[in-house]
């Protein structure tokens, strides 16, 4: 695993306003960054990324049903009592999921550590499934990276499948997309996640969460008073469940993306869940409840809020004392503890990998950034290649 300097391309600001990518610089700092690039073997991506993440996923879905059976659980998931039934129902009826991505600590050497489950609304997936891809194909057509160049990178091939098997099973093709307002690099995710619906063959009606309507029928709705019958929303089931429209979701019969069983996999808890049932997994970090006594009193910890995002509200503690913390609006739900594992560094950068997962399919890698040990909302993205 290598970083590797190299010249960025000259226009590559002109073709990304062409391709819709706006959201490569935010407040004035890059958030894409190509003036270097990621190098992997084929043995590092199979061996140490690929089938961890499949395994991981598997490992993942085991834990729900755990979860959906037991009350004191579901509390200690922060979901609301209202929903507990939905979840377990959604579950049952193996309601189909999207996409998730599992971000790992990877050193180039030695397995990859999970250190939380995207699992309800990641982000970053333009910028993994196409542009990196495009770069790829540019610079190998100009001779600046090597024809034997690869890149573990089959996220847009597998996102249109798997919407054309989601809609067949659904029996609908006529499908809603939302997000929220004033967030440019989450309407840019949508907008990409529509055109890969529309190459399926659904449709792609767009309505802001925020413009949502609810009808007499019960049904929720669009601007146009059209009912949603599917929908996929880049919005955490966490925010959806404590609002005045929760007590209608039932009632609503929406075919949600993600579904409402994904409030368990997107939830830090999980990783507690994990390590009670393999302990000791190579590609897993000791986890536990916060509350559980003493288990920060001496090693390295990191203290993380159950429904925190973009690395929001952690703190890092040693010894029993909080040595870094960042800022922001999470800590109510509850926290977990997981044991300390240090990102690996390349000069002054700390780096981290995402690894894909398109239904239950590992489908590629992104890769992040930033000076600080922990990766945020702004923290860079950079492309990779396997050689």
Same mark, same amino acid.
């Given at each position: 695993?290598l970083?590797?300097?190299?010249n960025?391309?000259?226009?590559?600001r002109?073709r990304?306003g062409?391709?819709?990518?706006?959201?490569?610089?935010?407040y004035?700092?890059?958030?894409?960054?190509?003036r270097?690039?990621y190098?992997f073997?084929?043995?590092?991506?199979?061996?140490?990324?690929?089938?961890?993440?499949?395994? &991981?996923?598997?490992?993942c879905?085991?834990?729900?049903?755990?979860?959906?059976a037991d009350?004191?659980l579901?509390?200690?998931f922060g979901?609301?009592e209202?929903h507990?039934q939905a979840?377990?129902?959604?579950w049952?009826?193996r309601?189909?999921s999207l996409?998730?991505?599992?971000d790992l600590?990877?050193t180039?050497?030695g397995p990859a550590k999970?250190l939380e489950?995207?699992?309800d609304t990641?982000t970053s997936?333009y910028?993994s499934?196409?542009?990196?891809w495009?770069?790829?194909?540019? &610079?190998?057509?100009?001779?600046?990276?090597s024809?034997?160049?690869d890149?573990?990178?089959s996220?847009?091939?597998k996102?249109?499948n798997?919407?054309?098997d989601?809609a067949?099973h659904?029996?609908?093709?006529?499908?809603?997309?939302a997000c929220?307002?004033?967030t440019e690099e989450?309407r840019?995710?949508?907008?990409?996640?529509?055109?890969?619906?529309?190459e399926?063959?659904?449709s792609d009606?767009?309505?802001?969460?925020?413009d949502?309507g609810?009808a007499?029928?019960g049904?929720?709705?669009?601007l146009?008073?059209l009912?949603i019958?599917?929908?996929?929303?880049?919005y955490?089931?966490?925010f959806?469940l404590r609002e005045e429209?929760a007590?209608h979701?039932?009632?609503?019969?929406?075919n949600?993306?993600e579904p409402?069983?994904?409030?368990i996999?997107?939830?830090?808890?999980?990783?507690v869940?994990?390590?009670r049932a393999?302990p000791n997994?190579?590609?897993l970090?000791p986890?536990?409840?916060a509350d559980?006594?003493g288990?920060?009193d001496?090693?390295q910890?990191v203290?993380?809020p159950?429904?925190s995002?973009?690395?929001?509200?952690?703190s890092v503690?040693k010894?029993?004392s909080?040595?870094y913390?960042t800022d922001?609006p999470y800590?109510e739900e509850?926290?977990?503890?997981q044991?300390?594992?240090?990102?690996p560094?390349?000069?002054d950068?700390?780096?981290?990998?995402?690894s894909?997962l398109?239904g239950?399919?590992p489908?590629?890698?992104?890769i992040?950034?930033?000076?600080?040990?922990?990766?945020?909302? &702004?923290s860079r993205?950079?492309p990779h290649?396997?050689?």
């Amino acid at each position: 695993m290598l970083r590797i300097p190299i010249n960025e391309r000259p226009d590559w600001r002109r073709r990304a306003g062409e391709f819709g990518f706006h959201f490569h610089t935010m407040y004035g700092e890059p958030y894409w960054d190509e003036r270097a690039y990621y190098q992997f073997t084929l043995q590092q991506i199979e061996k140490d990324l690929e089938d961890p993440t499949a395994e &991981l996923q598997q490992m993942c879905m085991s834990v729900i049903d755990t979860v959906v059976a037991d009350e004191e659980l579901l509390a200690k998931f922060g979901i609301p009592e209202l929903h507990w039934q939905a979840v377990a129902d959604s579950w049952r009826r193996r309601d189909p999921s999207l996409y998730s991505r599992l971000d790992l600590v990877y050193t180039g050497k030695g397995p990859a550590k999970l250190l939380e489950n995207n699992a309800d609304t990641p982000t970053s997936l333009y910028e993994s499934g196409f542009w990196q891809w495009l770069w790829l194909e540019e &610079l190998v057509d100009t001779g600046k990276l090597s024809k034997g160049a690869d890149q573990f990178n089959s996220v847009q091939e597998k996102l249109v499948n798997r919407f054309a098997d989601i809609a067949h099973h659904y029996q609908s093709e006529q499908w809603h997309f939302a997000c929220c307002k004033d967030t440019e690099e989450d309407r840019g995710t949508v907008q990409y996640l529509q055109d890969c619906a529309k190459e399926a063959g659904l449709s792609d009606r767009f309505v802001y969460i925020e413009d949502i309507g609810l009808a007499d029928t019960g049904a929720f709705t669009d601007l146009e008073d059209l009912p949603i019958e599917s929908l996929f929303k880049l919005y955490p089931w966490e925010f959806m469940l404590r609002e005045e429209f929760a007590k209608h979701i039932d009632e609503a019969q929406v075919n949600w993306l993600e579904p409402i069983w994904k409030s368990i996999l997107s939830n830090k808890a999980l990783l507690v869940m994990l390590w009670r049932a393999f302990p000791n997994h190579p590609n897993l970090l000791p986890a536990y409840f916060a509350d559980e006594a003493g288990k920060t009193d001496h090693g390295q910890w990191v203290k993380k809020p159950i429904f925190s995002r973009e690395g929001a509200n952690i703190s890092v503690i040693k010894n029993g004392s909080e040595t870094y913390a960042t800022d922001g609006p999470y800590g109510e739900e509850g926290f977990i503890v997981q044991q300390y594992c240090a990102l690996p560094r390349f000069a002054d950068n700390h780096t981290l990998i995402g690894s894909w997962l398109i239904g239950d399919e590992p489908a590629g890698i992104s890769i992040r950034e930033d000076s600080s040990p922990i990766t945020q909302d &702004l923290s860079r993205y950079l492309p990779h290649i396997i050689l």
